[in-house]
């Protein structure tokens, strides 16, 4: 929670004012442990985040009739959303974690990547893989090279005003290695660097995701799903 030795007061102010304003409502909403349902006419999803305990349920007019009858534990179940809203698509839900310190120097040498690094991890990657680690959007990019070339890229993109979001990909053949901890590394330190909370998003599922967080120092504080309307 907020106020913990891992993330401290100051930064969970600043995490509620960026989830608030990426939800369209006010950072109270994501103060204790109650629940707050936010309608917005231009949304084309339903959005519930869990933020250190509290929940806020983002939705057009259209699905509020729907939403109102599900159960808490339903709120965070994407399926059991999705069977709400006839038409509608479960896009997933992802873990959220944040960090406002600095990981360990990292094993591997890193450098700024060039577009090329990162078009050549990307294409080692399939499709689906590639667009979840969301690195080829992001404004600050770092490679891992081995002799052979780019092994590993980084990046993090600055979201909501005080905010980093990280991603990182790696080429399959290359994992287990460290490679990936070294370019994630550095785009943490970067971002902290520059005055940013970090913070990692990753599917529920992805356990190497998870597990390379965690070893970053990150701390788990909730989960974001996402049901695509029709």
Known sequence: MFGDPDVPQRDGVRLRAAWADALGTAPSALEGSGVTRVVRDALDAVIVVELAGATVVA???SAKAALAGLS?????????????LPGSRAIGSANLLFTGVRPAHPAHEVAEASSLDVATVGAALPEEEWAEAGVQQMEHRWAVHDGAGPVAVAGFQRWHGSVAHLGVAVAPDRRGQGYADSAAARAVTAAI??????????????????????RLGFTRLGRQSTVRLS
């Open 72 to 84: 808490a534990d339903a709120r965070h179940d994407v399926d059991a959303i999705a069977a709400a």
């Open 59 to 61: 939705a057009p007019p």
């Open 193 to 214: 660097d520059a005055g940013l909370i970090a913070q990692w998003r990753c599917r529920v599922g992805n356990d190497a995701s998870l597990r390379l967080a965690d």
